[in-house]
């Protein structure tokens, strides 16, 4: 808990930890012999459980709250909502199958860019701000309807401004930066770090200038040069094995997670060529 700039962190040992999880359920038992008269009972959110997924022990802890829950004399009142990806939660069904009955699942869709530009308007109006209408235009592009995006472009843009009015180059900015953030967060690792091949960091040079980010294997394919072809195909395998491109709409076509991906390959791409001269 922070507040004030002071930090209030709890630390329990191993056993105490261990208590914790066993006596979960009590303790909700416990808690809402106190609140019944003027609760009707509990809703408990697991956010970003991505991390938990693969872990057999998670799944399977899940299964025994909700079985002991429903056997038990006076069963409490308990909706569960966990938050992870479609991916993440196909792993979490692998290691326990019955997940897949006890959970109803509910997909959110991205966002639409008329949401995400009012989204931004109801922030910025929050803290007195004044915004050009392509300056929101720009940031709601490059989130994709993505919660993760649109956070990392607000906050950049936002202290690029200097003049609490949101420009078009405080937005351009903001765009370049937060590219920046996610490509060191999310693509650095996977892309930079686990392919060294040359081949495939000039495939993925051309690819970033695709406008809008979205290419079919025939005439993308017609780009490169022999080398590159020869790799195409499994570099594709590779980027998608990876998340960084996904399938399109039709066979043969291909588009990037997010925009923010290419942009950032395309800075790395200029950062390197400078280097090297």
Not at 41 to 55: C, E, H, R, T, Y
């Amino acid at each position: 808990v922070g507040i004030f700039n002071l930090t209030v962190q709890l630390e329990f040992s191993e056993k105490e930890r261990r208590n914790l999880v066993r006596d979960f359920l009590p303790l909700l038992g416990r808690i809402y012999k106190e609140i019944a008269k003027e609760k009707r009972g509990f809703l408990i959110v697991l956010d970003d459980v991505n991390g938990l997924s693969k872990n057999p022990k998670f799944a399977n802890y899940l299964k025994s709250i909700i079985d002991e829950n429903s056997i038990s004399r006076s069963p409490i009142p308990l909706f569960l909502i966990i938050c992870l990806l479609p991916e993440r939660k196909e792993e979490m069904i692998s290691s326990q199958e019955s997940i897949a009955r006890i959970f109803y699942p509910i997909t959110l869709k991205q966002m639409s860019i008329n949401e995400v530009i009012n989204f931004y308007k109801r922030i910025l109006n929050s803290v007195n701000h004044k915004w050009e209408e392509k300056a929101l235009q720009l940031m709601a592009k490059f989130s994709g309807g993505l919660p993760m995006l649109m956070q990392e472009i607000g906050e950049t843009t936002y202290y690029e401004d200097q003049d609490f009015k949101i420009t078009e180059d405080d937005a351009r900015k903001g765009v370049i930066k937060a590219a920046e953030i996610v490509g060191e967060k999310y693509l650095q690792s996977k892309i930079y770090q686990a392919i060294q091949s040359e081949r495939y960091h000039s495939i993925l040079k051309k690819l970033a200038r695709q406008v809008p980010y979205e290419f079919s294997r025939q005439k993308f394919i017609s780009q490169l040069n022999g080398e590159e072809k020869k790799v195409f195909d499994n570099f594709i395998r590779r980027m998608k094995s990876l998340g960084v491109i996904e399938e399109g709409e039709k066979r043969g076509e291909y588009k990037f997670a997010n925009l923010l991906y290419p942009l950032y390959i395309y800075l790395q791409a200029q950062i390197r060529s400078s280097k090297r001269s």
